[in-house]
């Protein structure tokens, strides 16, 4: 039976022209051991199979929403729309070229949030898989398994310019927190600001278990976003929006150095569009005289040695090892995953 009223977790599936990896995403959901939940796919105007697919899958399952755009809407706006169809307490996407690693997954992930008022966002590891759905290792950028204050894991990523996170298929969130949505003036970064408008009023309780996936191919909609000048522009709204929580974060010269490097990077990159003159604004104005001629100085010297540095530190993906996820108890014992 189809969960009646308010069901604990909605989980969407926004969909644009991915009819070869749809399946595998909907069959995942549908084989989880946690059965409190709706399932909304939803089509943005696709020109291949898509529709085909989720119609065969909804009349075989009576949990399945559908809903159909008959123009294309855009990715973040898409995303919105989603959102705005659940019903559930607790939101987790899976984007179409994803799916969810284990039958376990959203059990797991709703007990995170479960009696937890002061955990505003759950996440957890991700399976790394190519297009063929094999999996190529294990991604896990942020660290052990614990719950850390929201805004601590704010300072964390405006300090290292990246989202330790993870995307929308690796987290679980309250739909009452999130009402405003993704902010459709970011391109890139826009799943990294929404965690921190949530790590503003709740804190993140983590699982490193790959308990979901990230499908790496080359026609994910999100590769169409990483042009040269997308990524400086989204950091330097972040940051500018941000820019309290930095103040928890690194001493003073460090966090100068932070904000000159996001002006060098914007100003050498970024469309000179009102919203980046007016982040701009706000950095320049802790870098007063002195300080950005000094930081401009550090830059020049000290960049071959902190790209270097940088490029040391950069988080790598694990290798996957079937052994180890059949004794996490994350697979069956013949070695398969949910689906």
């Known amino acids: 039976m189809p969960p009646s009223g308010h069901p604990k977790v909605s989980v969407l599936i926004p969909n644009y022209n991915y009819a070869r990896f749809l399946p595998e995403a909907i069959a ?3 084989a ?11 089509d943005d105007a696709s020109t291949d199979d898509s529709a085909e697919i989720m119609r ?67 996440a957890t590891g991700r399976l790394l898989l190519d297009e063929n759905s094999r999996p190529t290792g294990i991604w896990n950028a942020f660290g052990p398994a614990g719950r850390y204050r929201g805004t601590a894991v704010i300072t964390r990523c405006l300090q290292e310019d990246r989202n330790l996170i993870g995307e929308p298929s690796a987290v679980m969130f309250r739909r009452a927190a999130a009402g405003r949505g993704f902010d459709g003036r970011l391109r890139q970064a826009v799943d990294q600001e929404l965690w921190m408008h949530l790590l503003e009023h709740g804190d993140l309780a983590y699982d490193p278990r790959p308990l979901c996936t990230f ?55 970024a469309v000179r ?23 401009w100085l550090w830059h020049r010297l000290s960049k071959p ?35």
Not at 32 to 42: H, N, R, V, Y
Not at 276 to 282: D, G, H
Request: aromatic letters at 10%; charged letters at 25%.
């Open 32 to 42: 989880q051991d946690f059965t409190d939940f709706e399932l909304l796919i939803s």
């Open 56 to 122: 065969a899958s909804a009349a075989r399952d009576p949990r399945i929403r559908l809903q159909f755009h008959p123009a294309n809407l855009g990715m973040i706006p898409h995303w919105n729309a989603c959102l705005r169809e659940a019903r559930g307490e607790y939101i987790k996407y899976v984007f179409a070229d994803d799916c969810l690693a284990s039958r376990k997954t959203l059990g797991a992930m709703a007990a995170m949030l479960d009696g937890e008022p002061a955990v505003a966002l759950a």
């Open 215 to 269: 499908r790496r191919h080359s026609l994910q909609q999100t590769a169409a976003n990483r042009r040269p000048d997308v990524g400086p522009e989204d950091s330097l709204l972040i940051l500018a929006r941000y820019l309290p929580q930095l103040a928890a974060g690194p001493g003073g010269f460090a966090r100068r150095r932070i904000l000159y490097r996001h002006l060098h990077y914007a100003r050498r990159h």
């Open 305 to 339: 040695w902190v790209n270097l540095a940088r490029w040391c530190r950069r988080p790598a993906a694990e290798p996957f090892n079937p052994q180890a996820f059949a004794e996490a108890d994350l697979i069956d014992p013949d070695g398969s995953r949910p689906v």
């Open 273 to 295: 569009s009102p919203s980046v003159r007016e982040a701009e604004a706000v950095l320049r104005a802790h870098l007063p005289f002195p300080w950005f001629p000094i930081c």
């Open 28 to 30: 995942s959901v549908l």
